[in-house]
């Protein structure tokens, strides 16, 4: 039985992947536990986040406890899957985490940033989560329990492919019907998904990965110029398509 939380940069792919997961029928999927956690902790946020009193009213507050209901709580499959945001982890000791399986989702900041801009304006480095990430690979990878690392544009690359190596490292049997889900809501979704799952809710399975052009204002192109080299020494370590 896995207990698997997948560490996601915000405006990445982390909600298609969760439906797709979601088709296993061997898995059970939960959107983002410790939100509530997060903006308890970090309550300046509170004014910048949609359905901010919602998500407090509704979900449990303490991280540590939603971390033991996650690795030891009862659950409807055989394995579970957690969607996280990475800069949710507020005062949460790592060690917590090393009961759990982890993967780490990344995406090219440039993408991360145009993106997140769009709902939250002027994001900033905690609020991307990158370095987050990589203080969390490091902390893994120094106790010998080096995650998975999942790269958006590998994965939209081949999905399959990549899915599949994935499911190798966690010694678990690949579905193929992870690769489609119907269109619309799902059951799955936070309670914060009217206001960020939009693109998502129209997906019916992984899109094929489109080159664009973005232009950033000089404020972003500073927070990306931090990231890079932080998005860089991760990507070393994904599956590659």
Known sequence: ?????????????????????????????????????????????????????????????????????????????????????????????????????????????????????KVIQQPNMDDIGIKDQLNLFNYFKDRGVEPAVIDTHELLKNPEKVLSLLFQDLDIEFDKSMLCWKAGPKSEDGIWAKHWYKNAHKSIGFKKLEEKEINLEKEQLQLLERCEPIYKTLFEHAIKA
Do not use: C
């Open 1 to 117: 039985m896995a207990r698997i939380n997948l560490w996601s940069s915000p405006r990445n792919i982390s909600t298609a992947l969760m439906y797709s997961f979601a088709q296993h029928n061997a898995f059970e999927v939960i959107d983002e536990p410790l939100y509530a956690h997060y903006l308890i902790q970090k309550p300046e946020q509170q004014n910048r986040h949609p359905s901010a009193k919602a998500i407090i009213q509704t979900q449990n507050n303490n991280g540590n406890t939603v971390l033991e209901n996650l690795l030891n709580g009862p659950i409807k499959s055989r394995h579970l899957l957690a969607k996280q945001m990475t800069h949710h982890l507020v005062n949460i000791k790592p060690e917590r985490l090393l009961p759990f399986s982890n993967i780490i989702l990344i995406r090219p900041p440039i993408r991360i940033i145009h993106s997140y801009q």
